[in-house]
């Protein structure tokens, strides 16, 4: 808890010194010469946007830091607060999940606000469609309302209406490093174009500050920071898809095939079917 009311008091203090510098351009972008007019105007609306970043962090932080002081304060049997309920919470969403995929687009992790939007994320890894597949692919926000998922993705669509999901927007992440897509799952169709707009903002938000501020790798690869304290890393998976490619002579793309034919015809989650390769001795070929 007390790591989050720093991160807040830091972001903070980092939208402020944006502030301070935008400020400055704006004042001299009014003096002579004419000739420095423009380039002091786009170096205004450049620390403009990073303010824009670090006050919305900061307020993620502030977020998950309340969230996590009435749960010290109250009932400690209820499940700890997870970072991503308060990127949730900041959109104006019922649920949240965040993807990070490597450069072949493979899954590295999933970090999500419940169990509907890790359900919702399960699904697409399950089918190989839906809309964070499609922002990853075509690096824009995708958006689908209740008559346009079945239509858009027939298999991960129906099924993502049963988790009671009656509107997704997903919005790509892009850092010098990481790749990844956040998405946003609400029943309220009537908030699409604030839930749209707001993605897209907490999407730049976190790609250019809590994916960046990153504290370190630990020697397992995992990494260290907010939202990669609840990731899950799938781990699981990644361990099965190794183990299938050499029992069956084949790449990684097909492994994981095999692993989500399978789980489709049994009606299970990959990590399942991962799980019987690992620990029970599954055999896919």
């Given at each position: 808890m007390a790591r989050e009311w720093q991160e807040f008091g830091a972001e903070r203090e980092r939208a402020a010194r944006a502030a301070a510098v935008a400020a400055k351009y704006e004042e001299l972008a009014a003096q002579p010469p004419q000739s420095m007019r423009q380039i002091r105007q786009r170096m205004a609306e450049l620390h403009r946007r990073i303010e824009a970043r670090h006050r919305a962090c900061a307020r993620l932080h502030r977020s998950h830091a309340l969230r996590l002081q009435r749960w010290a304060l109250g009932d400690r049997a209820t499940l700890r607060p997870v970072?991503?309920?308060?990127v949730a919470e900041q959109l104006g969403a019922d649920s949240a999940a965040v993807t990070l995929f490597g450069p072949a687009g493979e899954e590295l992790l999933i970090?999500?606000?419940?169990g509907t939007a890790r359900a919702a994320h399960d699904l697409e890894l399950l089918v190989g469609e839906g809309p964070a597949h499609d922002a990853l692919v075509s690096r824009e926000c995708v958006i689908a309302g209740?008559?346009?998922l079945a239509t858009r993705w027939p298999e991960y669509g129906p099924a993502v209406a049963e988790l009671g999901v009656r509107y997704v927007a997903a919005a790509p992440l892009r850092s010098s490093d990481l790749l990844g897509v956040l998405c946003a799952f609400t029943s309220r169709t009537e908030l699409r174009d604030e839930v749209t707009m707001a993605a897209a903002r907490m999407a730049d938000a976190l790609a250019h500050t809590v994916?960046?501020?990153?504290?370190?790798?630990?020697?397992?690869?995992?990494?260290h920071g907010s939202l990669f304290n609840d990731a899950d890393y799938?781990?699981?998976?990644?361990?099965?898809?190794?183990?299938v490619a050499v029992q069956c002579t084949c790449d990684t793309r097909a492994a994981l095939a095999l692993?989500?034919?399978?789980a489709?015809?049994?009606?299970?989650?990959?990590t399942e079917v991962a799980r019987r390769v690992l620990e029970d001795g599954y055999q896919l070929c």
């Open positions: 970072f991503m309920a308060a970090a999500a606000s419940d209740s008559t346009e994916l960046l501020g990153a504290s370190g790798i630990a020697p397992d690869g995992t990494m799938l781990t699981t998976v990644h361990q099965a898809v190794g183990m692993l989500r034919a399978r489709f015809a049994d009606g299970v989650t990959v």
